[in-house]
């Protein structure tokens, strides 16, 4: 669990600055964007297998 | 994951952008005009009022009877 | 300060004392009403989603659990993840710089991170600063999901900015009494809007029938 190790034994999580924002925002961005990217591939791969 | 089980009623709006990418700048500009002619109505309003209390205040006694 | 306490205890815990204000002088833990506060302690979503988040992960739950806006729905009056989150940042207290990250960088992404952050704003920041952040996104044509009490209902960026702007109540909060536009323009804290559309006065003559249209 991400958020158990990000307390350690503290009770406390550490303050994101605007950067890790911005980094959160991209990563999750470019995940989205990778997404699509399969899902066009698989359709494609399907739509390939159809006309063979 | 219970906080979104109720996905049944959600599927009857689509939220999906840029479907008709010319309808959906006419309904926004429909709305936005909406918008400048009820904010100028209530600035209208308010001069309105505001002249109204000026009038009063200017009535003499004998007027104001 | 470089940590937040992972629960609300202590923000909670302040509601009555020292807790740092909010910028228009509210004091954030009671800014939603006690038993809004109670529900959304109480939910699933808040106990698994929003224990040891910061600012950076408030973007990832946005971005993976958001489907809509809203207040609390259904019998149960339950406190929908937009609430509970918007909830967290009333704990986390973000300044403008990672507002202006979510609103801008953020928000032309993800538009329902937009709409929060145009929500937590409209409850914490001065009338001024709220005019300045929210405006821009009345050109924000983009659509959101809203959901009521009861069934879902499709609106738009720009609606809900202008329901922020115009309404007292939404997402099962009051919103505070915020100066109207033109007493901040009359005393000169703001300048007059101009609308992406253009000086109203062309536009009367150009279009009349378009401004009548629907009353």
Known sequence: MQHLRNIGQTGEVKRAGVDDVRARIEALWEAMEEEKRQDKKTLGERLEVRAV | RNWDDEEDSDN?????????????????????????????????????ELEEVERRKNLTEEERQ | MANHRADEKRFLD???SGGPLAPNGLNPATIMEKPVRERIIDSYFWKD???????ADIVDRVVTHVKFIGGTYGDAQRPSPFLCLAFKLLQLGPGDDILREYLEYGGEKFKYLRALACFYIRLTRQAKDVYLFLEPYLEDRRKLKQKKRMGTALTYMDQFVDDLLEKDRICATTLWKMPKREVLEDLEVLEARVSPLGDIEDLLESDPELVNENG
């Open chain 3, 49 to 55: 989603q929003c224990f040891a988040v910061n600012e």
């Open chain 2, 12 to 48: 009857e709006v689509d939220d999906t952008d840029d479907v008709d990418p010319e309808a959906e700048y006419a309904a926004w500009k429909l709305r936005e005009l909406k918008r400048i002619k009820r904010d100028r109505e209530a600035i209208e309003q308010r001069e309105k």
């Open chain 3, 14 to 16: 302040e509601r009555g």
